[in-house]
């Protein structure tokens, strides 16, 4: 087990962490939810019924979406975009090693499958960290539109008007748009942050940080 936790501490501890907060944002989202259902003479909802409400899949897939979409920005920027003295960032004018693909690595039994195999299956694998993260984009885009829409609707019914809204329709309204900027503009903002404070920081022990005795012009964390 402690070796487990060595070896996988990061992930395991970060994934704790999402899942306590997300039951957390459950149980709170529930009294809210249905605090807010009393208070407009409406039916509540028991514990089942409000996995399905658009009160809890629009607050979940929204925050989902920004970070996906922040990820695989990043993914993607830094593959051509520099900031010299970031940690983040890959040295200018240099080929790195994440730029390369050995041709000797294809008879490396240790090389992932797709690498040994080359072809269409490198193609897609070279890419696929980007091509998972726009999917997870994709999916958490729609469902914060499903959601939404579910939301926007009960709104709408609780102050007496039949007007709705498809998830499609949804995507259209400054709602949606202002729930999905407020959320990406925190993302960009913290990510732009860390790659400008990378420069002039240091975090002893952390692949995220630069060594400690780096100058501030260094790139890279090596």
């Known amino acids: 087990m402690c070796r487990i936790f060595r070896e996988n501490g990061l992930s395991i501890v970060l994934f704790g962490i999402f899942f306590f907060s997300l039951v957390g944002q459950y149980f709170t989202g529930f009294n809210e939810y249905n605090n807010d259902q009393r208070d407009h003479r409406q039916p509540t909802v028991d ?25 695989a920005a990043y993914v993607l920027f830094t593959i051509f ?23 000797d690595s294809k008879h490396d039994k ?8 080359g072809g269409l299956w490198l193609k897609l694998y070279q890419n696929s960290l980007s091509i998972a993260l726009l999917s997870l984009f994709a999916i958490s885009f729609a469902l ?26 949804y995507v259209g309204t400054s709602r949606f748009w202002f729930e999905s900027f407020q959320n990406w503009q925190s993302e960009f903002l913290s990510m732009g ?28 964390n090596s």
């Open 47 to 71: 514990y089942v019924e409000y996995f399905g409400t658009g009160h809890f899949i629009e607050a979940v897939f929204e925050n989902w979406e920004s970070e996906f979409l922040q990820m």
């Open 81 to 103: 975009l520099f900031q010299k003295g970031s940690s983040e960032s890959k040295t200018p004018n240099t080929l790195d090693r994440v730029d390369l693909i050995p041709e």
């Open 110 to 117: 240790n090389a992932p499958f797709p690498v040994r195999r």
């Open 144 to 169: 914060h539109a499903v959601g939404g829409a579910k939301e926007y609707n009960e709104d709408q019914a609780a102050h007496g008007s039949a007007e709705k809204v498809s998830a499609v329709g």
């Open 193 to 220: 942050m860390m790659v400008v404070l990378s420069i002039f920081l240091r975090q002893k022990g952390s692949p995220e940080s630069k060594p400690v005795d780096s100058a501030h012009s260094d790139t890279g």
